[in-house]
């Protein structure tokens, strides 16, 4: 890849493996050149439980990717997910120098050291710290301190840390083929580049990301992040449920929540009956649609409450007059829409993905949110770090908390 203005996004998600190629334009605007996806084997709730499945998994969607875009892959940008993924927000202060003219560069990397300084577990690392809001002797909302008169400066910083060894398993399942990860993302941060437009981020908006595996959230106000996180149950999980209730095996019970299945509480589905064909293993059977969602619905409204007792601390959703987006396979639900709204008492929206091009017929859906979503985090990224190498890029994020050659070393040897 020459061309400093294609990047790759990888998600490994729990039921599909999927590798976007981008080229960002002048103007803002995505290219898809490419996309490869590969059924997902080995890999639960978000992470690599067997490397060789996952491995010959990932091999497929990339020879797919590269095939479609005419791009030999080298670096991606990976997202990454689990329930060992938490977040919380803190703040750094700082006393400039009397001798100082004005704050600089230096002040803004320290400030945001000082807001680092928290405690976490010693197995955890850094995995992004976001900044929300400076201020600059009590002035709030600062958006560019640099430059400024001041002798306090202030910092809120949205932490987003997790589980060391889990990051790293991915990581070196990569560099296997080889390829070199030009960054880390949690899956909704990325899946926001593209769901969540500045006004909505602006206004308060929350983004449910309900995958296979996994049902990631990330909450915005004043168009900052004030909260994110992971919980351990996904579409897998309902399909669980459906094959426990009714009783039938686990395949015919994910094509019953695809193919059938909603979320909506209508009496009159209690009346139908879905008619299951038999094969040598299975006898046919009729079964219940009332109960079928009943059995949906149940579990994701309490996927939904879990989420909802996490986040409602200090009235965030009273804040959230941007509404709620969803992305995610299992977002395609019927009837999530309603549901959602009725748990948390704020209504969905949809959304309007970043402008794209190229190959965007199939993709410009929810379900590639996270993917697609990779390719703009990387745009501004590079956009703010346009003199720093790959190394550098990686060694910051992973090194700060544990010491950077150490850890660097550990990480990635």
């Known amino acids: 890849m020459s061309k400093q203005n294609i990047h790759v996004g990888l998600e490994i998600g729990t039921h599909k493996i999927c590798v976007v190629v981008g080229d960002v334009k002048p103007d803002g605007s995505i290219k898809i050149l490419g996309v490869g996806q590969a059924p997902s084997r080995g890999v639960r709730k978000g992470e690599i439980i067997d490397f060789d499945m996952a491995q010959t998994c990932l091999q497929d969607a990339l020879v797919r990717a590269e095939d479609r875009s005419d791009v030999m892959i080298k670096k991606v940008y990976l997202a990454i997910t689990g329930p060992h993924i938490e977040s919380r927000n803190s703040r750094g202060v700082l006393r400039i120098p009397e001798d100082q003219s004005e704050i600089t560069e230096e002040d803004i990397d320290e400030v945001k050291e000082l807001a680092s300084d928290v405690a976490i577990p010693q197995d955890h690392i850094f995995i992004h710290r976001i900044i929300r809001h400076y201020y600059v002797d009590g002035q709030e909302k600062v958006l560019n301190p640099i430059g400024m008169l001041g002798e306090k400066l202030e910092a809120d910083y949205h932490i987003i840390y997790g589980i060391r060894n889990r990051v790293q398993n991915t990581i070196r399942c990569l560099r296997e083929f080889p390829l070199e990860v030009e960054d880390v993302v949690f899956s909704p941060i990325a899946a926001g580049m593209v769901m969540l437009s500045r006004e909505a981020k602006q206004q308060g908006s929350l983004l449910l990301d309900i995958g296979g595996g996994t049902t990631d959230f990330v909450l915005y106000d004043d168009g900052a992040v004030i909260h994110s996180g992971s919980i351990g149950v996904g579409g897998d999980h309902i399909t669980n449920d459906i094959a426990i209730v009714l009783k039938v095996p686990q395949s015919r019970a994910e094509r019953l929540k695809i193919e059938h299945g909603g979320c909506a509480e209508i009496p009159e589905d209690h009346e139908e009956l879905i008619q299951l064909e038999g094969d040598a293993t299975f006898n046919a059977k009729a079964v219940d649609r009332g109960l079928l969602n009943a059995v949906i619905r149940s579990r994701l409204e309490e996927t939904f409450n879990l989420i909802k007792k996490r986040i409602q601390v200090g009235g965030a959703l009273d804040r959230c007059a941007g509404g709620i987006y969803l992305c995610g396979g299992t977002s395609l639900l ?32 929810p379900q590639f949110a996270t993917p697609v979503g990779l390719i703009r985090y990387a745009q501004k990224l590079e956009a703010e770090r346009a003199n720093m190498s790959t190394f550098s890029k990686i060694k910051n994020k992973f090194g700060n908390l544990f010491g950077a050659s150490r850890l660097f070393a550990s990480l990635f040897s």
């Open 334 to 365: 019927q009837g999530l829409d309603e549901l959602v709204e009725t748990v948390f008492g704020v209504p969905v929206r949809r959304s309007n993905f970043t402008p794209m091009s190229g190959l965007t017929a199939n993709f410009e859906s």
